[in-house]
């Protein structure tokens, strides 16, 4: 029924989700700007169009707006432009992205995610509606505040989004004792497991984690190679060999310890030597401290942590009540005697965590939840 308000929510939500999905194009890679897409549609032909397309770029300027208006250029004019987040409302090296909107003549804009950023909250509507354009607001916002939850924590909470991998057997467990890394998942879910540290600033690992499994944690995928994150070693005496992958692969990869000053000073030495930065680190109890370390990267600009710890740090997050994201991925494969049983499982899930996500890669699943 073309015209009703049915039809119009029906077509909103659907260039939205487009935008949403367009919007991945640049996740994890617009520092500490949010991955945002914008799509002009003109619906005055038989089907409605999109004429313009913008995802934030690289590095995070421009916008998405205005390269959204520049290809649609004349007929940006009456048409209707979608964004997944609020558009801006103050001066950076360009204008702010609503006068854009003005400017450009469009009639009407959809928003989906509204913006904590005090610069532009309410701001960026205000804006458009003052200039006459008809706003609707929160068109799928959950979906879009998913897709930026980095970006949305970093700003709101002043930490990163802290990401929780883990992979069970079918009896429970995430490793063997004494067996180094021990094939859980195939090569289908591990490929996506890898696309899971793509998209992320970080990757943290006990020094257990570090010493037993000895493991690379970059992203091998063809193409994406150079889309590894920062690798962060919770290593409060600094054991981390230097003739580990991780610290070997440093000079190439970033390798940043998370240690304590009073560790020793030799081998915080031979390991800066081998391009390992050191952190300063405040410890409790211990152990590092887990909230002054996330603060500390948030204000280096990091927006998403991976945990791909073994059963103790991920404990350590979780009684910090620190974990954002469970994924949980689970196959066929039995460990058998000697196996590390895992922290919680998806039938025993910490509190307060709900499905997002429930997929299949080769002959394993894998579980998506988050918390609120
Ligand atoms: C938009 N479109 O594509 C993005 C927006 O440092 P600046 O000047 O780039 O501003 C960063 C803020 O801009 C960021 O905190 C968020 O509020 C907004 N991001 N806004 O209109 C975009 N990426
Ligand atoms: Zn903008």
């Not at 804006?127 to 799928?140: D, F, K, N, Q, Y």
């Not at 460990?335 to 709900?354: N, Q, S």
């Amino acid at each position: 029924m073309p015209g009703t308000a049915d039809a119009r929510d029906e077509i909103d939500r659907r260039f939205m989700a487009a935008a949403i999905r367009f919007s991945a194009r640049h996740a994890g890679l617009t520092a500490t700007n949010p991955s945002v897409a914008t799509l002009i549609v003109r619906e005055d032909g038989a089907f409605p169009r999109i004429v313009g397309r913008g995802v934030t770029a690289v590095g995070g300027r421009p916008h998405a707006e205005p390269q959204a208006l520049a290809e649609a250029g004349e007929l940006a004019r009456g048409a209707t432009a979608y964004v997944t987040l609020e558009p801006c409302a103050h001066h950076g090296r360009t204008p702010p992205c609503a006068n854009a909107l003005v400017a450009a003549g469009v009639a009407r804009v959809v928003g989906a995610a509204s913006d904590p950023d005090p610069r532009v909250s309410g701001k960026g509507y205000a804006i458009l509606r003052e200039a006459g354009i008809e706003v609707t607001e929160s068109v799928l916002a959950a979906e879009a505040a998913d897709m930026m939850a980095g970006y949305l924590m970093r700003s709101v909470r002043k930490r990163p989004e802290v990401i929780l991998k883990l992979a069970v057997s079918s009896d429970g467990m995430i490793g063997k004792a004494g067996a180094g890394q021990v094939a859980i998942t195939g090569p289908v879910a591990r490929r996506q497991a890898h696309l899971l540290r793509a998209r992320c600033d970080a990757i943290v690992v006990g020094i257990g984690t570090a010493i037993v499994d000895d493991p690379e944690l970059t992203v091998r995928l063809p193409g994406l190679e150079g889309r590894s994150p920062v690798r962060i070693v919770l290593d409060r005496n600094a054991r981390l060999p230097v003739a580990s992958k991780l610290a070997r692969s440093a000079r190439t990869v970033p390798v940043w310890l998370a240690a304590a000053s009073q560790a020793d000073a030799g081998r915080r030495h031979a390991l800066e030597q081998a391009g390992v930065r050191m952190l300063a680190t405040e410890t409790f109890d211990g152990s590092v401290a887990l909230p002054e370390l996330l603060d500390d990267m948030a204000a280096q600009g990091m927006s998403s942590v991976l945990v791909e710890a073994g059963a103790d740090t991920a404990r350590a997050f979780l009684a910090d009540d620190l974990v954002d994201r469970i994924v949980l991925f689970d196959g066929p494969v039995r460990v058998g005697d000697g196996g590390i049983a895992a922290p919680f499982d998806a039938d025993r899930l910490p509190p307060g965590f709900r499905l997002l996500r429930d997929e299949r890669f080769g002959p394993d699943r894998c579980r998506e939840w988050t918390r609120g």
